[in-house]
């Protein structure tokens, strides 16, 4: 197999023998797809410049299996320029697929959209959450697990706006009839409106995007497993870290 001028996103990169790297690529027509590129570290190597995250390419590669071989790379536009709090979101994104897609599965449409929620980080204006929630209702849907969110999954009534819905995974909303009960929770407790909202991608509301915020990471939780995303994590000490420095200035 030898494959040219396919355009793809560098996910991630390692260390391989002294002089080499191992990149997981994704793929607009053949998914994600690991290679490994020789020489790539050698310091007059003009792929260190190009073999980074978020940088549009267009790449080739040679062979068969697990690991191909990188034949060429060169840049297909300017690269995406996250910074702060995008920047860890946007190793999120690469994350999710890292830890989802299997290798040569192809998804065109999620390829699409990873490149739409790479423009809208880069334009954010500290509305991110919102790209991140529609990525996630996207690649659940690309990977056969599609919300349902604009009918009840016990009587396929449309969703009323002001009702309490329970979501619960593998079956979706079930409207709560006597929430002043408070009954324990059988799943994740969602208004109608929020349902509404994902569904038609408008996350305006804090509630709303509080509540899909919620939802989408239950909904993640099993496909992902136990092993935490080191992303998160990285996330996490960066707020911490700025919310120390901001507490310090005060």
């Known amino acids: 197999m030898r494959m040219q001028q396919q355009p793809a996103f560098v996910l991630h990169a390692r260390n391989y023998s002294e002089t080499s ?45 697990e690991l191909m071989i990188l034949t060429g790379a060169e840049p297909d536009g300017a690269e995406y320029g996250l910074q702060g709090e ?9 994350e999710l697929l890292i830890r989802l897609l299997h290798r040569h599965d192809p998804h065109e449409n999620l390829y699409a959209a990873y490149r739409d929620t790479l423009t809208a ?15 996630e ?15 009840d999954a016990d009587d396929r009534a449309p969703i009323a706006a002001d009702a309490l819905y329970e979501y619960i995974p593998e079956r979706g909303p079930i409207r709560v009839r006597h929430p ?12 109608g409106d929020s349902l509404l909202a994902l569904a038609s991608e408008n996350l305006a509301e804090p509630r709303a995007l509080r509540e899909a915020k919620v939802l989408m990471r239950t909904l993640l939780a099993p496909h992902l497993g136990d092993r935490p995303l080191h992303s998160r994590h990285l996330f996490r000490q960066l707020v911490q870290g700025r919310d120390t420095e901001q507490g310090s200035a005060a």
């Not at 002043?180 to 208004?191: D, W």
């Open 180 to 191: 002043e009960l408070n009954t324990r929770a059988q799943g994740v407790r969602v208004y």
């Open 21 to 65: 790297l191992i990149l997981e690529v994704f793929t607009r027509q053949y998914g994600r797809v690991g290679l490994i590129a020789k020489g790539a570290r050698r310091p007059q190597s003009r792929l260190r410049a190009v073999l980074t995250p978020f940088q549009p390419l267009l790449i080739g590669w040679s062979g068969r299996g």
């Open 121 to 135: 980080l880069a334009q954010s204006t500290g509305r991110f959450e919102v790209a991140l929630r529609l990525f």
């Open 137 to 151: 209702k996207r690649l659940l849907r690309e990977l056969g697990y599609g919300l349902m969110l604009e009918h």
């Open 86 to 94: 995008v920047l860890y979101c946007g190793f999120y994104l690469n």
